[in-house]
């Protein structure tokens, strides 16, 4: 179960990358730098500063086409609204960058559509792989982990970590290489089954013996 888990959530966080890297291309050309603007961590429902800030300001002239102190309040009240700390330098840093940047893309109806469906894709995924982290991590700090019908009991204190490390060693583990030590280990013969060979092949090559050929 463990392994089948660490799968599904390694194939969840590829397509998380690929998501946000077409936000941030797509940003490049509306609103240059915008996910740089903001350094908060990831939350535990999967969010993000700067992608809930893009949701909002989808384009560097919905924030330079506002003065200073009605943007100031704007993000003020997102902020707040959000759960996330208010600061005035950074609300000038942003209104700075935001008027700093030219767009190529024009502030229109398809460019907002276009950046709302890839924030609302980034959005379902990463809230996707915060409940599939949350939930195993979960499971782990109970006190047991359950790895394909195997039941270890863990410090809940160790427990994410170690989901990720028997995780990842059920899944690099190689398999047995049972022919390898077939075809390298040396066959036991005597002289004198040599002889017989030898005599069965008077032109010197042996003849294919079924039982030891590995093809």
């Known amino acids: 179960m463990l392994k089948t888990t660490y799968r599904q959530y390694q194939q969840c966080a590829k397509v998380q990358t690929m998501l946000k890297n077409n936000l941030i291309s797509l940003l490049a050309t509306a609103f240059p730098d915008a996910n740089r603007l903001f350094t908060s961590p990831v939350r535990a429902n999967g969010s993000e500063k700067?992608?809930?800030?893009?949701?909002?300001?989808?384009?560097?002239e919905c924030v330079c086409g506002?003065?200073?102190?009605?943007?100031?309040?704007?993000y003020q009240r997102w902020c707040n609204k959000h759960g996330y700390n208010f600061s005035q330098d950074k609300a000038l840093d942003s209104y700075t960058s935001?008027?700093?940047?030219?767009?190529?893309?024009?502030?229109a109806n398809t460019t907002k559509l276009l950046i709302e469906q890839a924030v609302f894709q980034l959005w379902a995924v990463s809230t996707a792989l915060?409940?599939?982290?949350?939930?195993v991590s979960g499971g782990i700090a109970a006190g047991v982990l359950h790895c394909d019908g195997d039941v270890r009991c863990c410090d809940p204190a160790l427990g994410?970590?170690?989901?990720?490390?028997?995780?990842l060693c059920a899944v690099s583990t190689p398999r047995k290489r049972w022919w390898l030590s077939r075809v390298s280990t040396?066959?036991?013969t005597s002289p004198a089954r040599w002889k017989s060979v030898a005599a069965a092949s008077p032109n010197g090559v042996p003849p294919l013996c079924a039982e030891h050929c590995s093809w």
């Open 130 to 135: 915060a409940a599939l982290r949350n939930a």
């Open 98 to 107: 935001a008027c700093g940047h030219f767009s190529v893309m024009p502030k």
């Open 160 to 167: 994410p970590s170690l989901w990720q490390r028997s995780a």
């Open 66 to 74: 506002l003065t200073e102190k009605a943007f100031t309040a704007k």
């Open 50 to 60: 700067w992608i809930g800030f893009v949701a909002a300001f989808l384009h560097c």
């Open 186 to 188: 040396p066959l036991h």
